[in-house]
């Protein structure tokens, strides 16, 4: 066919061309898009992609097209004109017998393979030039897993100096793969497939700097070297925050025959100062504390108890030490869960929101009450769980570490900083007489799952023989897949009867 002029044609673009119609000297079989793709039969008898749009549009995109040619991912140009009911097109190769990838069910490897050819992709694209903004229905796969790309969708000659943006031609793809297979892998893959705030040093947007983060990922896919831990945990930024007010820190250990673990977990309050801070000051000093107590043999059995109170004293007592500038405004503050188990004895101490679930094969118990509006205000009848949760107050705590109502903590005085070391605080022991795990998060986990029964889920999810490690990246990946609008912190023990 020869092309025509298509610039200055003006499109007129039905809801749809039913089958059967008249388009470009051909008959439609079947429409791809609304009102402005579809394959078409020539005279000829050839099946070809028609596309339907602004005449300068649509010289744009054969223009880079006819550059790519060469490369077998982007379709070969047939034809362009100017239909006379239906304004400018272009005629495209279709994709022939390639999947699209909506299709496609890639494990994780395959789906980082799929965003490396899509990287590929904009590389050529980006040394004719140009940018372009794919769309997942765009995006073909081959038996041979090679990718086709059946156009290249408004793309846009790039000015001096300027690169391609890769992270859009990869989040225009990466949703296909959440949850599944993204949740699979580590917290980082979610990051390269979902639209994110960047964290503070992130690597930018070039391909090499996404290729980079490719790498990270792949990297991250070995199982971790401590994998056959008792004790692991995840510290993730999520998606939509700036920094990560989030911290943990945990430890294990045998003192005269007997094992003991350490699990904490501290999410700084957001509307504190140095909320970040907060949170690594309260970990820390809980850590250092009940680590000290487990190996002098001073928290088995009920002497437990006192040993997660002595941790959460610390813990206040540290993030009140905070230092603290009069323009910083409200106190650091930073809620806390702390976890020992000495043997077969399992204490938990918290205060604010994070919380504690002990998961079983057959079950799972949650162990800790949210120091909240929400849960008091439902406790005392005054609201149902979803009117609580539309009140202005639903995310507002009623405890947490830290002096919040001191506007200088410097200024403190000996007895006030004496007096910081009381708080109130909520402990609850058990004994765990069978296998199961111990579940350490905040609410940036818990928000999206927080039923007994759907941590359960998760957790055995990982598979038979899933290492603590294995859980805790899984849980804060689910997190992600969800949304990610807070950070989310997960530390997991596993207890084995």
Do not use: K
């Not at 039969?41 to 992609?49: D, E, I, K, N, Y």
């Not at 679930?357 to 005054?382: C, F, I, K, M, N």
Request: net charge negative; glycine share 12%; aromatic share 4%.
């Amino acid at each position: 066919m020869n092309r025509r002029d298509t610039v200055g044609a003006r499109p007129t673009l039905p809801p749809s061309l039913p089958a059967g119609a008249s388009l470009a000297g051909g008959v439609v079989v079947a429409s791809r898009g609304v009102g402005d793709e579809y394959l078409v039969r020539t005279s000829g008898g050839a099946t070809v992609l028609v596309v339907l749009g602004d005449g300068a549009a649509v010289q744009h995109e054969a223009d880079l097209l006819d550059r790519v040619g060469g490369d077998g991912a982007f379709p070969r140009v047939v034809d362009t004109g100017v239909d006379d009911a239906h304004g400018s097109y272009l005629m495209l190769a279709p994709p022939g017998d390639a999947r699209p990838l909506a299709e496609v069910r890639p494990g994780l490897a395959g789906a980082l393979a799929i965003v490396g050819a899509m990287l590929d992709a904009g590389r050529t694209v980006e040394r004719m030039g140009f940018a372009w903004e794919p769309q997942r229905d765009d995006v073909h796969v081959r038996a041979d897993g090679s990718l086709r790309v059946s156009r290249a969708r408004v793309p846009r000659r790039l000015a001096p100096g300027e690169r391609l943006d890769a992270r859009a031609v990869v989040e225009a793809i990466g949703p296909t793969f959440v949850p599944v297979p993204a949740v699979e892998g580590p917290p980082s893959a979610l990051r390269l497939l979902l639209p994110h705030v960047a964290a503070s040093g992130e690597r930018g947007t070039t391909i090499e700097d996404v290729r980079a983060q490719l790498v990270d990922i792949e990297r991250d896919l070995v199982p971790p070297a401590d994998g056959g831990a008792p004790v692991a945990g995840v510290c993730d930024q999520g998606l939509r925050r700036a920094r990560n007010e989030d911290a943990l820190a945990f430890a294990h250990g045998v003192t005269h025959g007997e094992p003991w673990r350490v699990l904490v977990v501290c999410d700084g309050v957001s509307s504190s100062s140095h909320a970040e801070r907060a949170s690594a000051a309260a970990a820390g000093a809980a850590h250092d504390t009940l680590v000290r107590l487990a190996r002098e043999g001073s928290a088995a059995g009920d002497r437990g108890s006192a040993a997660v109170g002595a941790a959460i004293r610390a813990a206040h007592s540290a993030v009140c030490g905070l230092p603290l500038d009069a323009a910083d405004g409200v106190a650091p503050g930073t809620t806390i869960v702390a976890a020992l188990v000495c043997g077969r004895r399992l204490t938990v101490g918290w205060v604010g929101d994070s919380r504690a679930y002990w998961v079983e094969d057959d079950g799972s118990v949650r162990l800790t009450t949210d120091h909240s509006w929400v849960s008091e205000a439902v406790a005392r009848g005054e609201a149902t769980i979803d009117e609580a949760m539309q009140s202005p107050l639903a995310h507002a705590l009623t405890r947490c570490l830290g002096r919040l109502d001191s506007a200088d903590a410097d200024d403190a005085s000996g007895a006030e900083r004496s007096a910081a070391s009381d708080v109130a605080f909520d402990v609850r022991a058990r004994d765990l007489t069978g296998r199961g795990w111990v579940v350490l998060c905040t609410d940036g986990f818990w928000n999206y799952f927080s039923a007994p029964d759907d941590v359960a889920e998760l957790v055995g999810g990982a598979g038979a023989g899933a290492s603590p490690a294995r859980i805790a990246r899984r849980l804060v990946a689910h997190a992600l897949a969800r949304g990610g609008q807070d950070n989310a912190t997960v530390v997991v023990y596993e207890h084995r009867g």
